[in-house]
C-alpha cells in the first residue's frame, strides 16, 4: 500500500506527518484504506484505517489514471 498508493497528502498539523491513501471498491467498500507515518530520521506508521473522504493539505503525490484519461 505504501509502494503503490492513490494519494499523498501531507498533513495539514504536522509537517513531517504523510497520508497515504489507497481506494479499493471490493476490498474496503468504496472506501479509502488510510496510512499516516511519520517522516524524520526514522519512518514509522502512527495508524491506521479506512476512511470515506481524503483530508485537505497539500498533494504531495496523485496517481495518474491508467486509461490515459
Partial sequence: ????PDYVKKS???DKVELFYKFDNDLYEG???LVVIKVNTRCFI???YITDAIKKGDTLYE???K???
Fill in 1 to 4: 500500500m505504501l509502494l503503490n
Fill in 12 to 14: 495539514k498539523r504536522d
Fill in 31 to 33: 472506501k479509502y484504506f
Fill in 46 to 48: 502512527l495508524t491506521a
Fill in 63 to 65: 496517481q495518474k489514471p
Fill in 67 to 69: 486509461n490515459g484519461l
